[in-house]
């Protein structure tokens, strides 16, 4: 294999960049000179660190542009996130990773052209693709009934975690972020995009609600998460249910601070409607602080049998969660070895050989 190239567009600080930061890094070290990443300006600071061939590519159609220039019989092109971004290529061989399609079962979060894109530009592309990484076998089954895809075509290669990264804080730095953020000592945690219908925040909130109306004394409630489609109605729901002063909407935070405010969490909690992976549960898992979340198939691939599930759309299934979670001691969680960055690396580079090879 000689060149790897990776158009690392359309990332954000979201677990799609995540994903793209992390299996670089890792890939770096098994691919040492022969990975090239390429993105715009605004992502040049973090990409360059790697350690990696690192090609500016300007602006939002620069990218197409460096791939024709290097597509050629020796080379392979990785798209990281191919669920929103796909170019074709003539010469040389393709890879795309797909984190979810949430547009063929939730098509009404997405405005008409955005679901047109994925289904007559994307999904066309991604059957192109001399092979496709799901990261998870729920997305790849999503892959083989919606898109038609060939399965011995598409790999699930599950997502990792940076372990020191993702680790119990002390509670020195735990109570030095909460002061930061204005936050109780004890609080519950939700880290998603705020929006709905598909983050589900709306039958948390009503779980919660109804607690608060029995009286009982409960954990702050905390959302970390940029606002997305549809947060207006998250926010109506938090006024109507008058839980202005117990429920905080932080956004963004600081990557440093992540890891210490889920270590500092009582619990967090995933009450969403769907998943391509979840990479929030895992790294909650990794600080290890319990989990409480929907019972979606996706939750079982990697999530351990005795985390408290409920109904995803269930309210009084997860009031009972919450319930039991005041009463539950705090476990450190153990983590399979093959949720690495390092094992998803490996599982990605024997792809690469597959194809260079067929």
Known sequence: MKQVFWPMVALDRSGLWTYGVSLARAMGSILHEGLHLGSLRTQRDALASLGTNYAETNDGTGWMDWLSKNDRRDALVHFPVGNRRLFPMRKA????????????????RFGPLHTFHVKWVLAPLLRQMHAVIAVSEQTR???LEFVGLEPSRVRTI????????FRPATREQEKEVQRRHHLSDSYWLYVSRLEHPVKNHVTLLEAYAALRSMGKDLPQLVFIGAPDIRADVVMERIASLKLERAVRCLGYVEAAELPVLISGAKA????????????PVLESMSCGT?????????FDEFVPSDALRFPARDVDALAHCLLVDLERARERVTLSRDLTWEACARRTFAVYQDVMEG
């Open 93 to 108: 061989r393709q890879v795309a990773t797909v984190h979810d399609i949430a547009e063929y079962r939730f098509p009404e």
């Open 141 to 143: 089954q999503d892959l």
């Open 158 to 165: 599950h997502n990792g975690v940076d372990t020191q990264r």
């Open 268 to 279: 967090s909690l995933f009450p969403s409607l769907y998943e391509g992976f979840g990479l």
């Open 290 to 298: 319990p989990v409480i979340c929907s019972d979606i198939k996706v």
